[in-house]
Nanobody
């Protein structure tokens, strides 16, 4: 069992930056690949970024590539999402999730544990 708690969301103007954090507790953090997903009102939850257990592999949705960076600190049991050059279409609830996949995972059904989400709102 893994418990995940996101933080760092908020209101930012277009072009601004935010860094989301996701703190994990429970089972050993380093055995999980981690991912970030988001869900905007009226839309399905979508993949944003993922990172493998060792942090060697990272994956990004095309919509955020070059603007967002996922990283992890296994000593602190924390995964991060640095979001730069934010756009109004990035507005959503952002969720972190943990997957048993070794090399990272991009599909929702590959993830077993989810946080409660943190709201990100980007104003134009």
């Amino acid at each position: 069992q893994v418990q995940l708690v996101e933080s760092g969301g908020g209101l930012v103007q277009a072009g601004g930056s935010l860094r989301l954090s996701c703190a994990a507790s429970g089972r050993t953090f380093s055995v999980y690949s981690m991912g970030w997903f988001r869900q905007a009102p009226g839309k399905e939850r979508e993949f944003v970024a993922a990172i493998s257990r060792s942090a060697f592999n990272t994956y990004y949705a095309d919509s955020v590539k070059g603007r967002f960076t996922i990283s992890r600190d296994n000593a602190k049991n924390t995964v991060y999402l640095q979001m730069n050059d934010l756009k109004p279409e990035d507005t959503a609830v952002y969720y972190c999730a943990a997957s048993p996949a070794v090399y990272g995972a991009t599909m929702i059904d590959e993830y077993d544990y989810w946080g409660q989400g943190t709201q990100v709102t980007v104003s134009s």
